[in-house]
């Protein structure tokens, strides 16, 4: 059974500071993974979607990730800034367009 | 320009009165979800539509069903919800290619059971 998880749970950092967030998953078999944001009462945005061939995906100062072989994605968000204080959730998709969620990380960007 | 539309945005139901959520999408996409999402958790499945083809999670309570009457709208309707169904209801939809499919999401219904 696939299982998503994301360390660390919450981050709190000074505004300017460059981070990464991860994210493990326990079945290397996944078609695509796909990080997300998250605004508190919100739904969630997409960020960036990495296919199973690629292995980096970048948007702005976001930049994803994959490595299927470990099971691991991360997110690096450069140069951060208050307005990307949110919570963080990656998602796999095993094939079956059912996308297996972590838990997510809540980023707090202090100015 | 809205691509997935939740309406409403916040309900107030009574305890055991049904309830129902709607969802509509401009992207014509084949898949579309319905999430349950409860305070710090990650997004349940519920269910989700593949064009017609209605697919249900093992776990899903029978209180819950749906129906997707055409492409662009899918309906969430709780029978008779319990204080433990207020959540957040997210709707998302995906194009359904395998390997490109990107989910996106409507902006939640959050549900209050009195």
């Known amino acids: 059974k696939q299982e998503v998880t994301q360390i660390p749970a919450a981050l709190s950092v000074p505004e300017g500071e460059n981070l990464v967030l991860n994210c493990s998953f326990t079945?290397?078999?996944?078609?695509?993974l796909q990080w997300f944001r998250q605004d508190p009462g919100k739904g969630l945005t997409s960020l960036l979607l990495?296919?199973?061939?690629?292995r980096e995906q970048t948007s702005g100062r976001l930049n994803a990730s994959l490595d299927k072989s470990s099971g691991r994605s991360t997110l690096y968000i450069a140069a951060s800034q208050p307005g990307d204080s949110a919570t963080y959730l990656c998602?796999?998709?095993?094939?079956?367009?059912?996308?297996?969620f972590g838990t997510g990380t809540r980023l707090k960007v202090l100015a | 320009d809205a691509m997935v539309i939740q309406n409403p945005r916040y309900q107030v139901t009574q305890f055991g009165k049904p309830v129902t959520l709607s969802c509509s999408q401009t992207?014509?996409?084949?898949?579309m979800y319905w999430y349950q999402q409860k305070s710090s958790q990650a997004p349940k499945l519920l269910f989700h539509?593949?064009?017609?083809?209605?697919?249900n999670e093992a776990d899903t309570p029978d209180n819950f069903q749906s129906r997707r009457p055409n492409t662009s709208f899918c309906f969430l309707d709780i029978r008779s919800p319990g204080l433990g169904d207020a959540a957040m209801y997210l709707c998302?939809?995906?194009?359904?290619?395998?390997?490109?499919?990107?989910?996106?999401f409507g902006p939640g219904t959050r549900l209050t059971v009195l």
């Open positions: 992207l014509n996409h084949n898949v």
């Open positions: 079945d290397s078999a996944i078609y695509n």
């Open positions: 998302a939809t995906s194009i359904g290619l395998a390997g490109e499919d990107e989910q996106f």
């Open positions: 998602a796999v998709d095993p094939g079956t367009y059912k996308y297996i």
């Open positions: 990495i296919q199973s061939s690629q």
């Open positions: 539509y593949y064009d017609k083809d209605f697919n």
